[in-house]
């Protein structure tokens, strides 16, 4: 694959990321905090698959499982304990806060402390994955 189509991938999905990142300030900002941390997820999820494209140049496999992003991506001994962490705390904000069983539990978890901590936490890990694809 030619890399002018696999930078083209991974900008594309970088972008992705950073609009995700933006939208999660923005509804932490509104008290949205469950809206936030389905962002913050998104965020890590489209950088994921940005390094992806970075490291085997090929399509990431169809997934919203962080840690299988990053270990089928190559990042997973990259990673830190408090990376590993923020991808334990975002999984069930992508998958169980669309259901109404386990949103209301989810929310109950949201402060605005704990969830100013996530978007905060995803900012620090999303920018350092996006240098690890820059370099």
């Known amino acids: 694959m030619a890399i002018?189509?696999?930078?083209g991938k991974t900008d594309y999905w970088t972008n992705?990321?950073?609009d995700d990142l933006d939208s999660a300030g923005i509804m932490l900002e509104k008290k949205k905090y469950l809206q936030s941390g389905f962002y913050c997820h998104q965020t890590i999820e489209k950088i994921l698959k940005a390094y992806y494209w970075h490291n085997r140049a090929q399509e990431p496999p169809?997934?919203?499982n962080l840690m299988k992003l990053a270990e089928a991506g190559g990042l997973?001994?990259?990673l830190t304990g408090e990376h590993k962490r923020l991808m334990d705390i975002l999984m069930p904000l992508n998958i169980?806060?669309?259901y109404p069983d386990n949103k209301l539990a989810l929310l109950k978890t949201l402060t605005q402390s704990r969830s100013t901590e996530i978007h905060r936490q995803t900012t620090e890990l999303f920018l350092?994955?996006?240098?690890?694809?820059?370099?």
């Open 4 to 7: 002018m189509e696999i930078t």
């Open 16 to 18: 992705l990321a950073i």
């Open 62 to 64: 169809y997934t919203h």
């Open 76 to 78: 997973i001994e990259l």
């Open 96 to 98: 169980e806060a669309r």
């Open 128 to 135: 350092w994955m996006r240098s690890l694809i820059e370099k």
